[in-house]
């Protein structure tokens, strides 16, 4: 029974030592990257992202945890605009910062502290393509020893870029939406002024 035991003990340890020493050969730093087209123009997805209170509209961690705490500082949008949130295993605790606020571009610091420590640079670029706009969300962070032993199992491009795809699939629908109103409501105040201007014509 106690050789049984020895056994297994050591089958254990030389799998740990295995996971570790793969886990040393992951890089250092990690990148994520998800682009999607959007019919809408960066003007109108720019406020989307901009806006730290519009992420609850397509943001896919907003929807992992219904009960998640959240607080903002800072001006409502733009540069230094902050973002926190405590939330369960799925979201975590954390924080991202506005740092850079172009039309066509805006970069975050994102500050993880659980489940794990972690600090990266999160970039929204936004390209026109006619009527259309390519919108690009990348992540590039440093890679800490405990997300290298999850890289054993796991690809953080998959995990990380599933999420990116689900998040920028709803950022289309609330832009596109957004214009759409934006359009009919041009629509409707045309109709209104060619109404006006028939009133007056018949009136005259």
């Known amino acids: 029974m106690k050789k049984a ?3 297994a003990v050591g089958v254990i340890l030389v799998g740990v ?3 570790l020493g793969i886990a040393a050969t992951k890089p250092d730093t990690v990148h994520v990257e998800r682009s999607l087209s959007m019919n809408a123009s960066p003007a109108e997805i720019h406020p989307q992202i901009n806006n730290y209170k519009n992420w609850m509209a397509w943001s896919p961690w907003e929807k992992q945890d219904p009960n998640m705490k959240r607080s903002f500082s800072g001006p409502e949008s733009g540069v230094g605009a902050k973002y ?3 939330g369960n295993d799925n979201v975590g605790t954390g924080d991202m910062t506005i740092t850079s606020s172009e039309p066509e571009k805006i970069t975050l610091d ?3 502290v659980k489940p794990f420590e972690g600090t990266s640079k999160v970039t929204f670029t936004m390209v026109p393509q006619g009527d259309a706009t390519k919108v690009t969300w990348a992540m590039d962070g440093d890679n800490a020893f405990p997300c290298k032993v999850m890289q054993v199992f796991m ?3 998959d995990c990380c870029g599933k999420e990116f795809e689900k998040g920028l699939a709803s950022l289309k629908t609330v832009s596109e939406t957004s214009q759409t109103a934006k359009g009919k409501s041009a629509e409707e105040k045309a109709e ?3 109404d006006e201007k028939k009133e007056t014509a018949n009136n005259g």
């Open 5 to 7: 035991i020895a056994i």
């Open 17 to 19: 030592i295995a996971v």
């Open 84 to 86: 926190a949130w405590v």
């Open 110 to 112: 994102l500050h993880f």
């Open 155 to 157: 690809s953080m491009d």
């Open 192 to 194: 209104e002024k060619t």
